[in-house]
């Protein structure tokens, strides 16, 4: 390394003979040296306190969630937030509703989050902390669910949530928000994780970099703007008037739409209805005029797509909108953006990768095998959320958390793939996804993403040798020493200079 790049590579031999006597050699004892890895999919939100819901596992039925909430109402001082994440059996129960919450606890806003984050249920005391009138408008793209007589159920989906979202985000002291942020850059660099791909909602484009900058950020973070909306159309200015590089690691480029929710909450729109619940196929939160219309501000800002698109119908719908808007010809070089991605099924591969798209696959959500096949059936459940397909399609593949980021769990999980090895990719694939894939999929490539000359040297060394170990052993995996532009910002003391 000489500077802040990779100078040359080689043997240790062709090396060692290039160096000089102020050259600072390191002994890495053998140890596995991998690019730094970059999260191409993270939300670094920011939470407020509150008293947090200690319910047992992913997925508690709605009995066990009652209890834990009257816990909270005789513990909890009067009037503190109480927070809880659900799965899809408590948000299924018909007992999940505002009028229950406010009888378990009538002196405590109480927001209970679907752990996707595509819904949540809220009582009447959280509906008023956070601003929320009987008579609040459905924003663009969001629903806040009402009864026959036009009362608030406390149910709020997509737009309708991210909106709540913010509110609670701005609840969040600086303080709080900057010891948050900091918590999550020390995992990081512990991890190996170089850079962060972050799509900036909950907290807000201009709060996210704000907060990076002053934390400040050791590795190198993209803020994505992920504005919300209201009941006359989308934000598109939020963190318009923000520099690209406000310093000298953080990158505010890049827009993010939902355009569809999760299968958790039936809301990834299909193409046939659900099987466990035939009365929905779910729902688009956009039109296909509206993602045409996004398409044409991608191209009128020279700024690069990204939208969340889960469900097949969505998928065919938003190609549509590709194709109407110019098609391979103005898009195959543009690297539009699917995250997740779970909907491309056989019959959309070839199209997907004739427009140029990327896919951002997030292999934690890989273990939801048994869900989909309840909400999909068989047929479709082998077919969602395809990995191996997608590269043996020619679409350009990166890896992102979307949730706990140990990145050696999600090489795990896309080099096993539960209940779907087929779809399994091997763990050299799954390292360059998420390092030389996630780079292309933010046209960094020729920065970083692979150890060779006049790349960054941003390189994390490991704990152990993730090539070999047994798959269960990966997540176990931490760097010992990571490295951002040649400068240690994480140093175990194993691995010592000569």
Known sequence: MRGERIAT????????????????RLDLGGRVVIPGINDAHYHCDVEPSGFRLRLKGMDPTWPEVAEEVASAEAKAPKGMLVLGEIGPTALDAPQATRASLDKLAPNHPVVLHTWAQHAAILNSAAFAKLGVKEDEPDPLGGRFVRSADGKL??????????RLDRRLSDLATDAEALRQAREF???????????VQDMSMNGGTERCALLLEKAPTPIRIRVIRMAGSTSKGRDTQEGRSLP????????????????????????????????????????????????????????SNDDQLMVHTVGDLTTET?????????GKEVWAKRRVRIEHGDGIMPDLMARSKDLGVIVVVNPTHFTLGELLVKR???????????????LNAGIPLAIGSDGPNNPY????????????????ITRQQAVTAYTLGSAYAEFAEKDK??????RLADVAVLSQDIFSIPPQELPKTESVLTMVGGKTVYDTGLVRAQ
């Open 9 to 24: 590579a080689g043997t240790s031999k062709e090396i060692a003979s290039l160096a000089g006597p102020q050259t600072k």
């Open 153 to 162: 159920t406390g149910l709020v989906y997509e737009y309708a949530k991210f």
């Open 185 to 195: 850059l020390s995992q990081a660099v512990r991890l190996g994780i170089t850079s």
């Open 244 to 299: 690209r590089n406000p310093v000298p690691l953080l990158t505010v480029s890049g827009t993010k739409w939902v355009l569809d929710g999760s299968p958790i909450e039936n809301t990834a729109a299909l193409r046939k209805p659900y099987t466990d619940r035939p009365s929905t196929s779910g729902w688009m939160n956009f039109n296909e005029k509206e993602m045409e219309a996004m398409l044409r501000e991608s191209l």
């Open 318 to 326: 938003f190609l549509n909108a590709m194709e109407a808007t110019g």
């Open 376 to 390: 999909f059936g068989p047929e479709r459940a082998e077919q969602v959320q395809p990995l191996r397909s997608l």
């Open 409 to 424: 769990l999600n090489i795990m999980l896309a080099s096993t793939y539960p209940g779907k090895p087929g779809e399994a």
């Open 449 to 454: 993403g692979s150890i060779e000359p006049g």
